[in-house]
């Protein structure tokens, strides 16, 4: 029975995006996106990241706002801020992979050669201890560095290093053993963050921009500049397996039931046990998070049975209606 949903799927996508229920996540108003949307901030150096999370509440006057990954007051860049509802998709961006641009002194002179013959060692899995101003437990712990580069290096002291990590690896301490290892002695100049998951630097506003285009919006009413400012929350989904459900089971979704196989229209791959998925409309809509109970290719195989469990719900309860009451 599923297969043959997966077969007819473009024509039950064109029925539901003319369905008079929900809304596509493009066509969400303005009021709405403050309450699920995120900001990808350029965060500016020297404020905390929390202050400049106060600061984006203050702006487009808001309750609620939450940041995903902390950067430290002198790091600049990708700091994605999610508004009301929104926060509780962190989750996703806290464990995300992130990419650095670093400029490294070394405490001497050293070639260009010997630093790449360095940067070698630290590709792949490495051990950290987290420094002592840190807010975990100072314990050793392993890390993964996915890429290491030497872009350009000048004065024979000053290098500059594009860093694509693991979520929790500190950069400052990756610098201090580089340096180690060169011999020199090496410490961390400037930091910025070019990507947190699937926020990109090219996607950054700065708080001025931000502040401009709200009191554009106010002053003139035109939404045109904030809204591309503000992204829907499924823009967090994107890297996520993805379940798209009837709208007779999105209700009870919301709910907190779980989800069974005669609610599902289409999977993508990478579903797996205790995987965390994306469950969403035919519109497109997140409804919620759930923790997968069986496989891809055990939900297309079968045809009753739970897949996945709720875990965090995003939309709103009566956004769709009630079937599954009178089922």
């Avoid at 001497?108 to 950290?128: C, R, T």
């Avoid at 993508?268 to 923790?291: H, Q, Y």
């Amino acid at each position: 029975m599923l297969q043959t949903n997966l077969k007819v799927y473009d024509k039950v996508l064109n029925y539901f995006t003319d369905y008079k229920l929900g809304k596509s996540p493009q066509d969400r108003s303005l009021v709405e996106l403050l309450n699920l949307g995120i900001i990808n901030l350029d965060k500016p150096a020297n404020p905390t990241s929390h202050e400049v999370t106060a600061w984006v509440k203050r702006i487009l006057g808001i309750n609620k706002a939450g940041h995903g990954g902390t950067l430290d007051p002198a790091v600049t860049g990708s700091l994605p801020i999610a508004l009301g509802r929104a926060t509780r998709a962190l989750q996703v961006l806290l464990p995300a992979g992130k990419e650095y641009i670093c400029i490294m002194k070394s405490h001497a002179p050293v070639s260009s050669k010997k630093v790449l013959s360095v940067l070698e060692n630290f590709q792949g899995k490495i051990y950290q201890t987290p420094p002592l101003r840190s807010n975990v437990k100072r314990r050793l712990r392993v890390r993964k560095i996915y890429n290491l580069e030497l872009q350009e290096h000048s004065n024979s002291q000053f290098s500059l290093l594009r860093i694509e990590c693991e979520a929790g690896t500190y950069i400052r301490k990756l610098v201090h053993d580089i340096g180690l290892l060169l011999g020199t002695g090496a410490n961390m100049q400037e930091l910025r963050r070019v990507r947190t998951g699937p926020f990109y630097e090219n996607t950054c506003v700065t708080l001025q921009e931000l502040s401009d285009a709200w009191f554009y919006y106010k002053k003139e009413g035109n939404e045109t500049f904030i809204r591309k400012i503000i992204h829907p929350i499924e823009i967090i989904c994107q890297n996520l397996p993805k379940i798209f459900i009837r709208d007779s089971a999105v209700d009870a979704i919301c709910h907190g039931a779980a989800l069974t196989i005669p609610g599902v229209i289409r999977v993508t791959e990478g579903i797996e046990k205790d995987s965390l998925i994306a469950i969403l409309t035919m519109k497109g809509e997140l409804v919620a998070f759930a923790k997968g109970e069986l496989s891809t290719k055990e939900i297309l195989d079968q045809s009753n049975g739970i897949c996945a469990y709720t875990d965090t719900v995003f939309m709103e309860k009566k956004t769709y209606p009630s079937m599954w009451k009178s089922s």
